[in-house]
């Protein structure tokens, strides 16, 4: 490989790392509205836990645990690794 393209890689290493603390950070944000959503409607009484109201807040807290799952799954790490190698 050309002294360009690994220059070209390592700006691409540079911008992923960079990704990966915005990941980070969005991630534990998303985790900290999910635990206030799932507090939300852990609080609704017992009496109420078969209204639209409950469904609703369960129905958030899963969504904002598939959207915090699935930014955790980015595997950032294994790209750098895989750009790593193709500049040896």
Known sequence: MNRDRRK?????IAQ???LAMQISAVSERIDMIKSDEEEYRD????NM???DRYYKAEAAADALT???????SFDVESV?????G???
Do not use: K
């Open 8 to 12: 070209e890689i390592q700006r691409v």
């Open 16 to 18: 992923l790392q960079d």
């Open 43 to 46: 609080g609704i009484p017992e």
């Open 49 to 51: 836990q078969s209204s």
């Open 66 to 72: 598939s959207a915090y799952d699935d930014l955790e």
């Open 80 to 84: 750098i690794s895989s750009l790593q």
């Open 86 to 88: 193709a500049m040896e």
